[in-house]
């Protein structure tokens, strides 16, 4: 059985890679959206906010990241993620949103 790693949620985020799993998540998201079978105009308009956060000065400076748009949008993911039997995207959802949220 594998270890677990210790975190430390509420105090310093200590053994947490939230941006690492966001942007893991993110690349998993990408294989659904990004198929013109699967999106729609709600993850067009996603997307386009994932362009901004990797372009803070295009967004008069306000700040987004992949973490901010999986917590605000959690819910769309994890029906999107359910709806295509992504069981691993899943697994990592639960993983940012217990460890993150």
């Given amino acids: 059985m594998q270890k677990m790693t210790e975190t430390d949620r509420y105090v310093t985020f200590k053994g947490i890679d939230g941006d690492g799993n966001a942007r893991r998540l993110v690349a998993m998201l990408r294989r659904h959206i990004d198929d013109p079978a699967k999106t729609n105009l709600f993850w ?11 372009s803070p000065d295009t967004n008069n400076t306000r700040r987004l990241d992949e973490l901010f748009l999986i917590h605000s949008y959690i819910n ?19 993983q940012i949103e217990v460890e993150s949220c």
Avoid at 80 to 93: M, N, S
């Fill in 76 to 94: 769309n993911i994890y029906d999107l993620l359910e709806e295509h039997g992504d069981q691993e995207a899943l697994t990592l959802l639960h």
């Fill in 44 to 54: 067009e308009k996603f997307k386009e906010k994932l362009e901004l956060a990797e």
